[in-house]
């Protein structure tokens, strides 16, 4: 997605968001025994799941927090970003 500058993250819910809403999130990593805080705002919203996307939102992250998460991200998934296997990742 080419307008998420710095990255971020599909996740997930059922919970009712808004665009631009300021989310707080505690990012496991893999088997990393740390969580990372990281602040994003919600930049994209799919309503109601069906057959081909669940239901969430697309979460840009802070440029506070974009480079350092982005980068431990890329470096964990490593060759999967190649793939054609979906991800969570924007």
């Not at 088997?31 to 697309?58: F, H």
């Amino acid at each position: 997605m080419p307008y998420i500058k710095g990255g971020g993250l599909f996740i997930p819910t059922s919970k009712p968001f808004q665009m631009g809403d300021e989310v707080f999130m505690l990012l496991s990593l893999l088997d990393e025994p740390t969580r990372l805080k990281i602040v994003g705002k919600v930049v994209w919203i799919s309503p109601v799941a069906n057959n081909s996307r669940p239901q969430g939102v697309g979460v840009q992250f802070s440029e506070k927090d974009a480079s350092e998460v982005k980068n431990k991200i890329e470096a964990l998934l490593g060759s999967a970003l190649k793939s054609s296997r979906s991800t969570n990742t924007m």
